[in-house]
């Protein structure tokens, strides 16, 4: 099985940042996109930030320029550098990651969340 394990939530004031890490383990072949997601209460899950194996990212358009998506392939681990945050950024943020595992079946699985809170 895989298991997807978030750090680095937390409480912040307007402006400040945060880095949240995610770290894939188990039975990996290969890891093919790897993003983040948010929900905050009353609202939908929604894309905040995606990255390809090759790199390649798309971001939601709230957080384009002020957030930063990369992994470290060799770790199976993606992190999400938030910047010049607000209190609209408040939610639980979920990592998803689509995996190859040694069965060769792909699977798409989901951490469990973590808090990001941000005061005015």
């Known amino acids: 099985q895989v298991q997807l394990v978030e750090s680095g939530g937390g409480l912040v004031q307007a402006g400040g940042s945060l880095r949240l890490s995610c770290a894939a383990s188990?039975?990996?072949?290969?890891?093919?996109?790897m993003g983040w997601y948010r929900q905050a209460p009353g609202n939908q899950r929604e894309l905040v930030a995606v990255i390809a194996g090759g790199g390649l990212t798309n971001y939601a358009d709230s957080v384009k320029g002020r957030f930063t998506i990369s992994r470290d392939n060799a770790k199976n681990t993606v992190y999400l550098q938030m910047n010049s945050l607000k209190p609209e950024d408040t939610a639980v943020y979920y990592c998803n990651a689509v995996i190859m595992m040694l069965t060769r079946v792909r699977g798409d699985f989901w951490g469990q969340g973590t808090q990001v809170t941000v005061s005015p």
């Open positions: 188990g039975s990996i072949f290969s890891i093919n996109v």
